[in-house]
């Protein structure tokens, strides 16, 4: 058996080792300190807790500076062999391997999950030089001072789960994160936990992490904790649960681009129009990083749709959209429409029978179908997946969505020209991303023609009738849910469009935006049948608008002579990309700044636009006024979706 000199020489390497590799890294090669991280530590708000077993790779400082300078960032000794610090170091492997090993707790404190040692660096030292994954420890516990921060946020709420567990080993830096992974585990805050049942989160989750580090984890910025969250998406629970190892990194290998695009800060690239690519050549494309696949001189289409076209406006636009592509396209395509994926295992049955069909290209037609589409694209690798989404950070299944606030645009300065109070309401649909910036286009053209308009604010997803509650505050031009299908007719559907109420309560029908679904399912498709030109590893955001000719606006005959020309001018310079709307100073509500109007809003800017103008009466609705029927939409594109209340997300 190796003497413990020995040993300390073998820690001493792999510590001047990481210390090499740190270093080359631009990284700090010594323990991080609490005292220089959070001077005000002693200070501040402290509960003691109960000696308890820590994970050791949660220990990542020390307490003070002192002898920091003898470790390494994993508390690797870096003295000399023939110090006295060694010595002690050797003295006390010794015991470690003896019969009465290391008994003594260490003290540290612990600072938002992590801990910082107060006393026993040198235990912490050789315990974990032997492997030790739990230490024995008294730990005093620092409450963070600004409670407003997300990372507090969250950090409030792995208090909440430490109390009915007792475990540090899952540590989420985002709020809302413990809700969605107890609601996968099938529990809810305050349920009592069984000792079998934290036995086994262990176990798994462990398992996991060896998984997500054998795949160079560490390397991405998305830890373990948030990786599992996605993998549990696409295998429940207990399906995880019953896997082996082996099992388990190869069903996250499956995910592993979806888990790398999910890592970074920008994790989504949305485009603006589509690209030209059958135009590029073989050169071009390897330089512009994308993919060179053989372009199918056929593909076999599906499309998966919620309810039917007779029963959904939103089907309806959406399966003429899929005839356009067929007649655009002709033998080049064969188009399946998949009616009635109005479950989780609806759906599921549908992408299965879609693909047992022959489809090479699926689209999903709606945003709720997200989840069993990223299933779908793990069990079918070779099909290619579209969901009608937005912002979503996965690069096996491909977004796409329209950019309606141009179209809502030019609506608004139709209304403000017609409302002769000057009163103009607006019914929004969800507050979903996309949504604020249409209502902020809506007005700025409401009151580019009427500089004194008023746009009153109400919401079709909360409890009540928005048409009325308008129309009792004065409202006589409203626009409401857009018409769902091309041509005219579809104004006159019932309180669709932007539209005019008479003395009689009568509604004549104004302007809307119009979907052109099958324009974008025909850009999409030929550029498949190009060759596929997408960035390998990526997540991509097909937001199109009125230059691809995705987003058209529709007029009736009520529309005055000279109000249409002003409007169709406007629509030309959108669909010519020579006017941006938001390309002015813009103030929120709150007196924050929405556009500084020195530059250009980035697509993702206005994508997640999240306040509203402040010449707009009203406000967007929390999740706990939403009804029902409308949080499953919100939880998948809600512009606050990362903040749902943790009790709300996993109750529903």
């Known amino acids: 058996m190796p003497t413990g000199k020995e040993e300390y020489i073998s820690a001493l390497h792999l510590g001047q080792k990481e210390k090499k590799k740190r270093e080359a890294e631009g990284l700090d090669p010594r323990p991080r300190v609490l005292d220089e991280e959070l001077p005000e530590a002693l200070q501040a708000q402290a509960v003691d807790l109960p000696l308890q077993e820590i994970p050791a790779e949660l220990i990542v400082g020390t307490k003070s500076r002192g002898r920091m300078n003898v470790f390494s960032a994993s508390f690797y000794p870096l003295a000399e062999p023939d110090t006295e610090f060694a010595a002690k170091w050797a003295a006390l492997c010794e015991a470690h391997l003896s019969q009465t090993g290391i008994r003594e707790a260490i003290e540290c404190y612990e600072y938002l999950g992590e ?4 006393e026993g660096n040198k235990r912490v030292s050789v315990l974990r030089y032997f492997g030790a994954v739990r230490i024995p420890a008294r730990i005093r516990r620092i409450l963070p001072a600004d409670r407003s921060d997300p990372r507090a946020a969250a950090y409030a709420e792995f208090l909440e789960f430490h109390r009915a567990t007792g475990l540090y ?5 985002k709020p809302g994160e413990y809700a969605r992974l107890l609601a996968a585990l099938g529990k809810k805050p305050g349920d009592a936990w069984e000792e079998t049942e934290k036995k086994r989160l262990v176990s798994v989750f462990g398992r996991f992490k060896e998984a997500f580090a054998a795949l160079g984890g560490p390397k991405q910025a998305l830890r373990p904790e948030e990786a599992l969250l996605l993998f549990l998406k696409v295998h429940p629970w207990e399906e995880m649960s019953a896997m082996t190892s082996a099992e388990l990194k190869k069903a996250l290998a499956e995910l592993w681009g979806d888990v790398k695009t999910s890592s970074g800060t920008e994790a989504v690239t949305v485009t603006a129009a589509p690209k030209s690519e059958e135009a590029k050549s073989p050169i071009e494309k390897l330089l512009s990083g994308t993919i060179l696949s053989p372009a199918p001189k056929h593909l076999n289409i599906g499309f998966i749709s919620q309810r039917d076209p007779e029963t959904s406006s939103w089907t309806r636009g959406h399966a003429e959209g899929a005839a356009a592509l067929a007649a655009a396209l002709g033998d080049a395509v064969k188009v399946t429409n998949y009616y009635g994926a109005d479950s989780p295992l ?17 689209f999903t037609t709606a945003p709720p179908l997200l989840t069993e589409t990223l299933k779908a694209a793990v069990r079918y690798p070779k099909i290619r997946f579209f969901s009608c989404s937005a912002d979503q950070p996965l690069s096996s299944v491909r977004s796409y969505y329209c950019r309606v606030y141009e179209g809502k645009f030019i609506t608004g300065l139709i209304a403000g020209a017609l409302a002769e109070n000057g009163i103009v309401g607006y019914v929004g649909s969800y507050p979903i991303l996309g949504v604020p910036a249409a209502v902020n286009a809506f007005a700025l053209g409401a009151r580019m023609t009427n500089p004194r308009a008023r746009i009153l604010l109400e919401w079709s997803c909360t409890e009540g009738d928005p ?11 409203i626009s409401n849910r857009d018409v769902a299908t091309p041509g005219a007719a579809g104004l006159w559907q019932g309180s669709l469009g932007t539209y005019c109420l008479n003395e009689g309560g009568t509604r004549l029908p104004l302007a809307s935006p119009v979907w052109m679904w099958g324009r974008l399912y025909e850009n999409i498709v030929r550029a498949v049948l190009a060759g596929s030109t997408e960035k390998k590893d990526a997540a991509v955001n097909y937001w199109w608008g009125m230059n691809s000719g995705v987003i058209d606006v529709t007029f009736s005959e009520y529309v005055p002579e000279g109000t249409a020309a002003l409007a169709a001018n406007f629509a030309a310079q959108l669909r010519a990309g020579t006017y941006d709307i938001f390309s002015r100073r813009l103030t929120a509500q709150d007196g924050s700044l929405i556009a500084d109007g020195a530059g250009k809003l980035t697509l993702p800017e206005i994508l ?15 999740f706990e006024e939403l009804l029902p029927r409308s949080r499953a939409l919100v939880r998948e594109l809600g512009i606050y979706r990362e903040t749902i209340p943790p009790e709300t997300e996993a109750g529903q």
Do not use: H
């Not at 801990?115 to 107060?118: D, Q």
């Not at 080993?169 to 830096?173: E, M, S």
């Not at 048409?467 to 031009?477: D, P, S, T, W």
């Open 608 to 622: 997640k636009m999240d306040r509203l103008a402040d010449f707009v009466e009203g406000r967007i609705p929390s």
């Open 346 to 362: 609806q759906t599921a049955a549908l992408l299965d029978q879609a693909a047992a069909d022959g489809a090479e290209l699926i």
């Open 467 to 477: 048409e009325q509650a308008l129309a009792e505050k004065g409202a006589r031009v």
């Open 115 to 118: 801990f910082f040692v107060a």
């Open 169 to 173: 080993d899952i540590q989420f830096r």
